[in-house]
Structures are given as C-alpha cells and as structure tokens.
C-alpha cells in the first residue's frame, strides 16, 4: 500500500549538511534555501552511505578492488574496455583535470559529447577529481551552451572534437577547454591523459557534496538546472535497477538516451557499473541500428523512448533479439499500443516508468507480473507517492490530481525560483497529472499544465492521443488544449500521418470519427492539424509549448 507518511525526522535537510570537502564553495552557495527542499526518506538498508564518499570510487574503484577488473565495463563501436581498463582512463583524465588544468574541488566542468566510452570515463573522471559535472546535450547550440555554462559559471570544458564547433562559437567560452576523440594533437585530452601512468586517490568529498547539475530536458522551453549529490548517484543505483530490474553482473544494458540525460547516464553507464554489469554506449541510433546492436552485442536490458518501440515493433522480425530480457520504456507516456505492439512483436512485457532531472532517475514503475497494462507502476521501493488535490490535500483512490513523491532523492534547483513550485510541504510535485487506484498503481493522465478544459469537461490529451495512435494511418500525434472563446479550450490535434495518407479534410473528419467511437464524443479533437513531424527534444520528448506557438495551417472540420 502506498504510504503517505511524511519523511524521518532524521532526514537531513539543507541546514543539516556535513561539512563540504570542496574547495570551491559555489555549489553550497547555490542550493535552494533550506525552507523550500523536499523531504528525504532513507528507509531501505542500502541507502545508509557513510558521511564521506565519492561514488565513483563506489561504482568503479570497488569493482575492481572486488576481484573484477577484467569483467567487460563499457562497450563501443570501436573500444571494449573492462573496469581496469575503464578505471586507468578515468584516473588519467582526473590527473589531467588537477594537474595540467589546475581545476581544484568544486569547479564546473562541462561536458559534451555523444554516448561512446571516452565521453563516459570523461564524466566519471570529472566526478572522481572532486569537480562538479554539467553534461550538456550533443544538439545544443553556442547560445544554449552559453547560458548553461553561465548559469553554472563552468570552470573548463571537455568536448569531443566533432562537436568543437558550438564550443568554439560560444560567448564568452571558458579558457580551460580540451577536445577528444579527434586527430592526434599534442593539446588534445588524450596527448595530456598519456603523461600519466599513476593511480588517481578518488578525491575527498562528502556524500552530501554536489557532484552533478544536469539541466532539463527543456520541455517547457525554459531548462533549470538540477543539483544532486554524490549519494544520489548511488541512491538511484540501489533502487529501481536492484528492486525492478533485478540487475546483475551478467547484464549488458543498451539504449538511445544521450548520457548528459540522466535517463541514460543511469541506464546505460551509472547502473551498470553499480552491479559489475557492462553498458554500451553507441552514437547516432536509428530503430534500425539499435535492434542491430541489441542482437550483435547479446544486449539483455534496452532503455529507449517509447518513439523508438513504437518505431522498432514492426522491425523486430527481422533481428534475433532473443538475448533481451527487459526493455524499459522512459522519458515521456508510453501509450498503450506502442505496448501492446511490442509485446507482440518481442513476447516482451514493457517495463514502463516514470522518472525526473529533478529526482535523477525512475521512481515508479513495475515489472514481470507486477505489471498491470495503462498503469505506470507502483513506487519503486525508497520511493513514496501519492495524490495531492490543488489544496495540496491527498485524495484517495480515482480522483485525478498532482502526482507528488519523496525519496532519496529530491529537487534542489540551481539558484532558480521555480523550485517554490515544485516543492509543496516536501514533497516533489512533479507536474505530472495522475490517478491511483485501490491497489496503489498510479496512472498516467496529462501533464498538469495538459489537462484540458473544454465546456466544463477535463479532459487529458494523452488519453486522446492513445485512441489516435491505433488509426492506421497516424504515425505520431500530439494533442494539446487550443484557448476558445466559446468553450474556454478546444481539444487541437497535431499529426503526422504515415506515408500514402493524404493530409485533407476528409482525413481530419475521419480521425475526428475515430476518436467519437473510441472515447466519449467530448474528448474528440475539434481541429486537427497536419505536421511533417512533430518538435521534440534531443531526448525524444514531446515539446507541447511549441505546439502551441505552432503557427501551421489549421485543417478545421465543422463541429
């Protein structure tokens, strides 16, 4: 049963944290205000860290320590590289860091680059110094790098040298800027990283010491940067990967999401590490490609959006995936016929989930017989959720509301006032709109600044975007609320059709019938407009803000 307790008192909070290791003291000065953090529960056994601790020398160095220095860590297109061999690059590069950048404690470093092994052992080595890690997504621009690095007042950059270029264009770039994986240069990271043979001592650093700023997804069109702490990157290891995946040393994780996500920095480097397990890390996927890789490298765990299962499903034939084992879907709702279609095409029960840059990871979920089709999941355990009312008031059973949770992790934004509102009595109010049933699933409905409107009803898009996703002909879909006069919103549909289908009128009226015989007529789409595609973020988020602002030709049916 979903408990709705508030957190320990011994939870610590802002004003109880131990003493910081760093030498630079921006981070602590940056944490919200002690009044406006979450509650945190550290109920279960594993989540008791001790005061000091640096995760990397939790996730790698203890591996190798342990007797598994030769067990395969991460995987490339052209690198296979086993925890010693994973443990010698990120010591180089932290030597680097320290020595050849002079970079001390608590500085910012950037990061940027795709999912290949230099671009991890990049950010370990980062975490490893006692430096503070901003991974930066590989399609940003010099302006959005810029305001990022500004925001964060970044100490120095590691780039890969196919992406210098936005770097280089960037305001006001730092000076400290290394690039790898490019040509042989002497100022390359990899010429410095080659000066150094000798063991890095994982940097001193407490457990509540920031380690981390990983900025939204930008989904609202505004990104915040989140700050966690060295216990955070282990507490999501010891959550949902060890209770809902059931993960173990002879996992190979796969996946699309970048690692400046933190979607795939868990799930394809931070939890593999966490269990003696190997991820690969592989750039520029396509549905194609990714069920390639799964069956070339006897993948067993895929984290990817549910864009992409609904892409690989009428694909997988035509691969021997018989080595995947679970396959996780994340990053935005995973309607019910992308479920069901990759069931059938795999004999695979999706293992959905919800997670959050706020909260770093998955924190409700279900998996194997657990699973019930619809429903999100339960709270991973170390999680609590619940629904809260627009009183803040807990509801029961099938009232829609705002989903809150609490755990081991929590949102601390970057110096940013929005964290006022994602905080309610400490609890994370996720934005997310959701319904809990007697036996304590949670359901997906809207976004809470989604849910439509419309002559008195509520109606929640993503409901109607389900219904839309099963007409042979829609290939994506979108749906938000329009602003109207008469009716206060209008359900506005955005579609794109799959090839062979005209965009017209005639094919609007036939969604809008669709949708009329599926649900109760209210919810159908009054407009519908045709997109050639629709905006996402680089981590295949739907970008409703931009529907919105779209200004494409409405295809209006009468009403």
């Avoid at 370990?124 to 110094?129: C, D, G, S, T």
């Avoid at 997804?217 to 060890?242: N, W």
């Avoid at 990817?304 to 690989?312: E, G, V």
């Avoid at 069901?340 to 979920?365: K, V, Y």
Wanted: proline share 7%; glycine share 8%.
């Amino acid at each position: 049963m979903t408990r709705l307790t508030t957190a320990p008192a011994s939870a610590p909070t802002a004003a109880a944290l131990s003493p910081s290791a760093y030498q630079d003291p921006f981070a602590r000065a940056h944490l919200p205000p002690a009044p406006l953090w979450p509650d945190f529960c550290f109920d279960l056994p594993e989540l008791a860290y001790p005061a000091r601790l640096n995760c990397v020398a939790a996730l790698l160095d203890a591996q190798v320590a342990a007797g598994g220095g030769d067990r395969v860590a991460v995987i490339g297109e052209h690198a296979r590289w086993s925890y010693r061999q994973l443990q010698q690059q990120v010591d180089r590069i932290a030597h680097v860091l320290r020595e050849d950048l002079g970079l001390v404690s608590g500085n910012r470093v950037l990061l940027r680059g795709a999912n290949n092994p230099m671009m991890a052992a990049c950010i370990l080595a980062v975490l490893k110094a006692g430096c503070i890690a901003v991974p930066t997504m590989p399609l940003l621009r010099a302006a959005e790098l810029g305001t990022i690095a500004n925001k964060a007042q970044v100490d120095a950059v590691l780039c890969a040298a196919s992406l210098r270029a936005e770097i280089d264009a960037m305001p006001a770039a730092p000076a400290r800027v290394l690039f790898f994986n490019g040509d042989a240069d002497s100022a390359a990271l990899e010429a410095r990283m080659a000066r150094y043979d000798a063991p890095f001592d994982a940097a001193d650093s407490a457990a509540d010491d920031v380690c981390l700023i990983s900025f939204t997804s930008g989904t609202t069109g505004i990104p915040k940067g989140t700050m966690h702490f060295h216990r955070d990157v282990l507490a999501i290891c010891d959550c949902f990967p060890r209770h809902t995946l059931g993960t173990g040393a002879a996992d190979i994780f796969i996946g699309t999401p970048p690692l400046a996500f933190t979607f795939g920095l868990g799930g394809l480097l931070l939890f593999p590490l966490r269990f003696g397990a190997a991820g690969v890390l592989l750039e520029k996927l396509t549905p194609e490609t990714l069920l390639a890789a799964i069956a070339k490298y006897r993948a067993t765990v895929c984290f990817t959006a549910p864009t992409f299962y609904r892409q690989m499903a009428p694909l997988a034939a035509n691969y021997d995936l018989s080595s995947l084992t679970r396959s996780v879907s994340a990053g935005e709702a995973l309607p019910l016929a992308t479920r069901q279609s990759w069931q059938e095409a795999t004999g695979l029960r999706m293992i959905d989930g919800i997670g959050a840059t706020e909260l770093l990871h998955i924190f409700i979920s279900a998996a194997g017989d657990a699973i019930r089709p619809g429903a999100t999941g339960k709270p991973v355990p170390g999680y609590q959720a619940c629904i809260l009312d627009h009183d803040g008031k807990p509801v029961g059973p099938g009232v829609i509301g705002r989903l809150a949770v609490k755990g081991p992790t929590g949102c601390r934004y970057l110096a940013d006032p929005r964290q006022g509102e994602y905080v309610l009595d400490g609890w994370n109010l996720t934005g997310d709109a959701y319904e809990m049933d007697a036996d304590g699933y949670f359901y997906y409905r809207s976004r809470t600044d989604d849910m439509i409107i419309s002559a008195g009803y509520n109606i929640a898009g993503a409901e109607v975007e389900d219904v839309l996703m099963r007409h042979p002909a829609v290939a994506e879909c979108g749906v938000i609320g329009r602003p109207d006069e008469e009716r206060g919103q209008v359900v506005e549909a955005h579609v794109v059709l799959r090839p062979g289908f005209a965009p017209d009128a005639a094919m609007a009226r036939a969604l809008q019938d669709y949708v009329k015989a599926a649900i109760a007529p209210y919810k159908y789409p009054r407009a519908v407009r045709f997109l050639d595609k629709l905006p996402r973020t680089e981590t295949g988020k739907l970008q409703r803000f931009k529907l919105r602002a779209s200004s494409t030709t409405d295809l209006k049916t009468p009403t």
